[in-house]
């Protein structure tokens, strides 16, 4: 006579239950994911005076999921962290009240894996997470050791449980972190997915550059590579065009993939968020490692696969149903900061005897980033327009996808600038119109009504990937 427990596993390998670790997505219709890029934040905004932000914040209304990247720390400088001698090109700080200021904004779930997540140091880190734990926002990405800043963290909704996992492929080598090994303890600091990076050259000049590495000393002959130099520790390949080519670690994509799924075992719906700024800020196309990647995490039981890394916008694809976002561009972009350490005025040749935080940043936005002509500064048009993202899920596929355009008032003085409103008509129509070139590529059709952009199709939201 069968055991009770082998009627049960009977009933499971029949289908009479859920399966045991299920990836299905399981929300209830109407569901709704408002996903915006990074949030450079340094004052709370939602007492002051800035025209327009209102409307902006009404598009949430309703919504399940608000979701954005804090790009910032949020600490009193003045009793916890310090300034690092590693810091990612910013010190990025905002104040005790940007907590609060979140939650009433409606922001429900961050990632706090970037750049800057250790800006201030492991102290700074562990402030932020107490103002965020203290005002209900639920965030992944940063943690004690690399478990719990690789776990997925869950919102409940009265719509579906909400996982999100987080990740970055751009941040301090120092901010890395690592789980316990025999006696040494683990690591605080972020969730990672460490990229080696190549740099592309035509066959012939690869050749002239194997020839160079030959004539360096301590030159060790070895079995010759036709598809590959290494000089110092910079790897060259041959290819058609030139340009950079990323191989992501196998060791970390395993990591991301297992913690999705696991993830998505135990809730309904499922985020995987990753702030990257590959190959550059110089270019609005995602870097060659991204799209099978991002595919991946949608394999893995991903919902949604959002970049929030470049600070401007990149195309979108629809693949299984499933948005990818290969970037949102910013929704603030407060610049002007302070405190900052003092290693930021040697960078930029200030001194802080007769400098003010602000001729730094300005100094800084004016800099920017080098690009093949020069610099592209951080002042220049693309890095104050972007969107937000509504995507909207019936019989637990993606239904409609709406994207509001934004701009972050570029023209104000820097003390105002930074913050969201509605984009004019001819300014909502021209970022529309590059998500819609940018989008293309993917097979992504962006139809634009009453400056909004809808993504909608049967074929896109229902076929494509497969």
Known sequence: MASHEDGHLSTLRDGGFDAVGSIDTNVADGFTMAAVGDLLYAGPVTKGYHPGFADVLRIFDGVDVQFGNLETNILDVQSKGCP????????????????????????????????????????????????????GIVHAGAGENLAQAGAARYLETPRGRVAMVSFATTFMPMARACDPAGEAPGRPGLNSLRLAKSIVVPPEMLEQL????????????????????????????????????????????????????????????????????????????????????????????ADAYINHGPHHVRGIEIYKGRPIFYGLGNFFNQDLRTPIGADM??????????????????????VGYPIQEGFISLSAPLYYESVISVSRYEKNQLAELRLYPIELRRTQRLANRGVPRLASAPQAKAILERLQKLSKPFGTKVEIENEVGVIRSAAQLGACGM
């Open 84 to 135: 690092q001698a590693e810091y990612g090109g910013a010190y990025l700080i905002g104040v005790p009240e940007l907590g609060a200021d979140l939650k009433a904004m409606g922001f429900n779930m961050v990632s706090r894996a970037n750049n800057h997540t250790l800006d201030w140091g492991v102290e700074g880190m562990r402030e932020t997470t107490r103002a965020l734990d203290e005002n």
């Open 210 to 301: 194997r020839q160079v590495r030959e004539l360096l000393p301590w030159y060790v002959p070895a079995p010759k590579d036709a598809s590959r130099v290494v000089i110092g520790e910079v790897v060259f390949k041959s290819g058609e065009i030139a340009g950079y080519s990323f191989e992501p670690s196998s060791r970390d994509v395993d990591n991301i993939l297992r913690n999705l799924r696991r993830g998505k075992q135990f809730a309904d719906f499922c985020m995987a968020t990753n702030h990257g700024h590959e190959p550059g800020e110089f270019t609005d196309q995602p870097p060659d490692y991204e799209q099978t990647f991002a595919r991946k995490t949608i394999d893995a039981g």
């Open 345 to 366: 005025f040697d960078a930029h040749g200030k001194d802080p005897r007769f400098n003010t935080d602000a001729d730094v940043t300005a100094h800084e936005m004016a």
